[in-house]
């Protein structure tokens, strides 16, 4: 069958359980041919253009050259434990409420050497280091030889990726999202026996908690070394912060752990998770039991996937799914923690080398989460399809945009493992049975 020919044509990108690619096999490499680069450096060109003047740089609360409140409240938290103010009972800056872990003040004490008004554009450049070295460890797991021509993709990838939303919102608020997704992503592209494999899912989870998911994936892939020393990074970030912050500890752990509402009600529209979902439809509140209802079976689905996607050599995917699947999950999920979108645009552009439609593929997605700006006013501006006017028609949509890219992506990678399972099946069938491409043997089993 046709379909059979073409797909172990891509055996090479695709390596299956039997056939995963280890550190002995020979790594992959972009196409010598400058075509890939050219539309890159045209994407390029057209985000950074989109990023400079869909918004004013210097629009106040909204251009990207004037963010910077997260960090500003990260570095107030470090302050407060360094000159023993509380973490929790007094707002922070411009009246924010610190609602991170005791653990993550003290990882941002190095921010109160960076004077005040040096800190946004320094975070801001730190960032974009960050981002790409994201989409270079994406690259790495895809089984690439890291070279000239491919960090010259991956800049261009990084500026692009400039535009969507959760990075340009990292961007300019300041926000960590970038830097604990590379330690996840550094993590996994690690062989399964390095020494301290796992610490940096441990220090992420930490910092913010969400990257527990990650521990759980391990646990499902039985790597349970890695899964224990990212436990136990963890465990012992909560003891030594208590040890050495016991009341801010005790006041997390025992309160401001439990209430959300200090992060922002349910039903905000820029709560992209699948509680979210919910609050949006319900217009209020959700019912923590139908939340629960819908959100352990897509957590299991997750799991469940990502394990599979890990067992055919598929490691980005698998550890770019999880990252998806642990927004989706979460209780109160902002547009910026999606930047799990950009390892997969790389995924997407790494199938494209071997066929060019799915280059559609990517730009339907980069379309959807796309920084889109509405300009209420000459002073206000939202950023996000999320945010744009709910009177349209199609704001349903738009406002749960994220969570339905999600059960998109959901949906073909079930389709793919299915299809993968299909060839490791084929793949056992002897040569000598399987000589004639349009054999029954093919057409049953391939």
Same mark, same amino acid.
Not at 24 to 37: D, F, G, H, V, Y
């Given at each position: 069958? #046709?379909?059979?020919?073409?797909?172990? $044509?891509?055996? $090479? @990108?695709?390596?299956?359980?039997?056939?995963?690619?280890?550190?002995?096999?020979?790594?992959?490499?972009?196409?010598?041919?400058?075509? =890939?680069?050219?539309?890159?450096l045209a994407c390029a060109v057209t985000a950074v253009t989109l990023l400079f003047t869909t918004v004013d740089p210097w629009l106040d609360?909204?251009?990207?050259?004037?963010?910077?409140?997260?960090? +500003?409240?990260?570095?107030?938290?470090?302050?407060?434990?360094?000159?023993?103010?509380?973490?929790?009972?007094?707002?922070?800056?411009? !009246?924010?409420?610190?609602?991170?872990?005791?653990?993550?003040?003290?990882?941002?004490?190095?921010?109160?050497?960076?004077?005040?008004?040096?800190?946004?554009?320094?975070? *801001?450049?730190?960032?974009?280091?960050?981002?790409?070295?994201?989409?270079?460890?994406?690259?790495?797991?895809? !089984?690439?030889?890291?070279?000239?021509?491919?960090?010259?993709?991956?800049?261009?990838?990084?500026?692009?990726?400039?535009?969507?939303?959760?990075?340009? =919102? =990292?961007?300019?608020?300041?926000?960590?999202?970038?830097?604990?997704?590379?330690?996840?992503?550094?993590?996994?592209?690690?062989?399964?026996?390095?020494?301290? #494999?796992?610490?940096?899912?441990?220090?992420?989870?930490?910092?913010?908690?969400?990257?527990?998911?990650?521990?759980?994936?391990?646990?499902?892939?039985?790597?349970?070394?890695? &899964?224990?020393?990212?436990?136990?990074?963890?465990?012992?970030?909560?003891?030594?912060?208590?040890?050495?912050?016991?009341?801010?500890?005790?006041?997390?752990?025992?309160s401001t752990f439990f209430q959300s509402e200090r992060i922002a009600p349910d039903s905000h529209p820029a709560n992209q998770s699948l509680r979210?979902?919910?609050?949006?439809?319900?217009?209020?509140?959700?019912?923590?039991?139908?939340?629960?209802?819908? &959100?352990?079976?897509?957590?299991?689905?997750?799991?469940?996937?990502?394990?599979?996607?890990?067992?055919?050599?598929?490691?980005?995917?698998?550890? =770019?799914?999880?990252?998806?699947?642990?927004?989706?999950?979460?209780?109160?999920?902002?547009?910026? +923690?999606?930047?799990?979108?950009?390892?997969?645009?790389?995924?997407?552009?790494? $199938? &494209?080398?071997?066929?060019?439609?799915?280059?559609?593929?990517?730009?339907?997605?980069?379309?959807?989460?796309?920084?889109?700006?509405?300009?209420?006013?000459?002073?206000?501006?939202?950023?996000?399809? @999320?945010?744009?006017?709910?009177?349209?028609?199609?704001?349903?949509?738009?406002?749960?945009?994220?969570?339905?890219?999600?059960?998109?992506? *959901?949906?073909?990678?079930?389709?793919?493992?299915?299809?993968?399972?299909?060839?490791?099946?084929?793949?056992?069938?002897?040569?000598?049975?399987?000589?004639?491409?349009?054999?029954?043997?093919?057409?049953?089993?391939?």
């Open positions: 069958m #046709r379909f059979g020919n073409e797909w172990l $044509r891509l055996g $090479r @990108f695709f390596p299956s359980r039997r056939t995963a690619r280890t550190p002995s096999t020979r790594p992959l490499e972009l196409p010598r041919s400058n075509a =890939t680069l050219l539309l890159l609360k909204a251009g990207i050259l004037v963010g910077g409140l997260d960090v +500003h409240v990260y570095r107030d938290g470090a302050w407060r434990i360094l000159h023993d103010r509380p973490l929790y009972s007094e707002p922070s800056h411009r !009246g924010l409420l610190y609602t991170y872990t005791p653990f993550s003040a003290i990882a941002f004490m190095p921010t109160n050497l960076i004077p005040w008004r040096f800190l946004s554009p320094t975070w *801001l450049t730190l960032n974009l280091g960050v981002l790409f070295g994201c989409v270079m460890m994406s690259w790495r797991l895809l !089984g690439y030889r890291w070279t000239a021509r491919l960090a010259a993709a991956s800049a261009l990838i990084a500026l692009t990726c400039a535009f969507v939303e959760p990075v340009r =919102t =990292t961007l300019f608020y300041g926000q960590i999202n970038l830097m604990l997704m590379l330690l996840v992503l550094w993590v996994f592209s690690r062989d399964e026996h390095a020494k301290l #494999r796992g610490a940096g899912v441990g220090v992420a989870a930490g910092i913010k908690l969400v990257p527990l998911y990650f521990v759980v994936q391990l646990l499902a892939l039985r790597q349970w070394r890695s &899964a224990a020393t990212a436990a136990l990074t963890f465990l012992g970030s909560i003891v030594l912060t208590w040890l050495v912050l016991p009341a801010d500890s005790r006041e997390y752990w025992t979210g979902v919910i609050a949006h439809l319900l217009h209020g509140p959700a019912p923590l039991w139908l939340w629960l209802l819908l &959100a352990l079976p897509m957590f299991a689905a997750g799991l469940v996937l990502a394990t599979a996607l890990h067992q055919h050599g598929e490691r980005l995917l698998s550890v =770019t799914l999880a990252g998806l699947t642990s927004c989706v999950v979460s209780p109160f999920s902002w547009g910026h +923690h999606w930047v799990w979108f950009v390892p997969l645009l790389v995924y997407l552009m790494h $199938r &494209a080398q071997a066929n060019p439609r799915w280059w559609y593929a990517a730009a339907l997605l980069y379309l959807s989460i796309g920084g889109w700006a509405y300009h209420w006013s000459e002073t206000w501006v939202s950023v996000g399809v @999320f945010l744009l006017p709910p009177s349209w028609p199609i704001a349903p949509v738009l406002m749960n945009m994220y969570v339905i890219a999600y059960l998109v992506a *959901l949906g073909a990678i079930a389709v793919l493992v299915r299809r993968r399972d299909q060839a490791s099946t084929c793949e056992h069938v002897t040569d000598s049975a399987c000589e004639d491409p349009d054999s029954a043997c093919v057409s049953a089993r391939c």
